[in-house]
């Protein structure tokens, strides 16, 4: 699909270890990534009657072990299971739930997800056998239920509401948020990485990083107190702010650079070093030049935007 191999195509397995679950507010359980590429925060919350687990880890092995532990942190409850958005990680272990547990996408994921699911499987298949291994077995399934802007789920005690907030990181992303404190960003919002930029033109051209800016902006003044980023470590709101500040300086960056450089290889060397320097110590600066090319190819889209 794409010629440049994103990262994650290497190094450790992307395996879930679900004996690191932790309680991060009341009910709220996530498994951390341990900042292992391909390795998703996932999240569990248990109410008195219900369980919703958010993201299933890539792969039905891996699927495997995010269910048993929903079944011990939450036995003879109603399991549900949501995603942040369809990419691999995240949602390509779906087929584990669907006997389980009542599965609810938003229904641009579920389009997105027949779109494009075939293409990423081929796509993470080229990244070796540490991700070959996770894939085998793989099935994609659709969910039992699908909504259109927002949908709220009564696990008993505990609230969950679910909104449609893409196109951005993918045109499906979904924010997921308890009690009104604790907020799933999935891929929207990372810790000490460089935003994933999923822009391969002309196979993948879903992302709008000039609504992402916006959603960050929406999602900063909810002010979540709890803040779950799609990889990373947990944190609080200055975790979409750090997002937010990222995007927003690539974009402005990128069009100030396209008034002294023409070519797209120019304007990537002229930001590339400074964002490795800004932001050193971040992770995946692969990453980089993928938003770059987006800001670059969509300068205009982002005048007419002020325009109007
Ligand atoms: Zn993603």
Redesign the pocket.
């Known amino acids: 699909m794409a010629d440049t191999r994103p990262p994650g195509s290497s190094g450790a397995r992307p395996s879930v270890d679900t004996s690191l679950v932790t309680e991060v507010a009341d009910g709220v359980h996530v498994v951390p990534d341990r900042r292992i590429n391909l390795v998703p925060n996932i999240g569990i919350v248990v109410g008195e009657t219900g369980a919703l687990v958010v993201d299933t880890g890539m792969g039905p092995r891996n699927a495997e072990q995010v269910i048993e532990l929903a079944r011990k942190l939450a036995p003879r409850r109603r399991l549900y299971l949501t995603i942040t ?1 369809f ?1 691999p990680e ?1 949602g390509f272990g779906a087929q584990r739930f669907v006997d389980d547990a009542v599965v609810l996408y938003n229904v641009d994921q579920l389009d997105e997800l027949h779109r494009k699911g075939g293409a990423y499987i081929e796509l993470f298949r080229g990244f070796g056998p540490t991700v070959e291994a996770e894939l085998e077995g793989l099935e994609l399934v659709d969910p039992h239920i699908t909504y259109e802007k927002a949908a709220t789920i009564d696990l008993g005690g505990h609230r969950v509401r679910l909104e449609h907030v893409g196109p951005a ?2 045109a499906g992303d979904q924010t997921i948020l308890v009690d009104d404190t604790v907020l799933f960003c ?2 929207l919002v990372e810790a000490g990485f460089y935003a ?1 930029f ?1 822009y391969f033109p002309p196979q993948d051209v879903d992302i709008d990083g000039h609504r992402w800016i916006d959603t960050l902006q929406r999602l900063e003044n909810l002010e979540p107190s709890v803040v779950v980023p ?1 990889h990373g470590e947990v944190g609080h709101v200055e975790r979409i702010a750090a997002a937010k500040e990222y995007i927003g300086w690539v974009r402005d960056r990128t069009i100030q650079a396209m008034s002294a450089h023409e070519s797209v290889e120019d304007v990537l060397g002229a930001v590339r070093p400074e964002a490795l320097s800004r932001y050193a110590g971040w992770d995946n600066p692969e990453w980089i030049d993928y938003g770059v090319r987006w800001f670059y190819d969509h300068a205009e889209s982002r005048a007419a935007q002020r325009d109007r």
């Open positions: 958005h990419h995240h990181h993918t999935g891929d994933i999923p799609g």
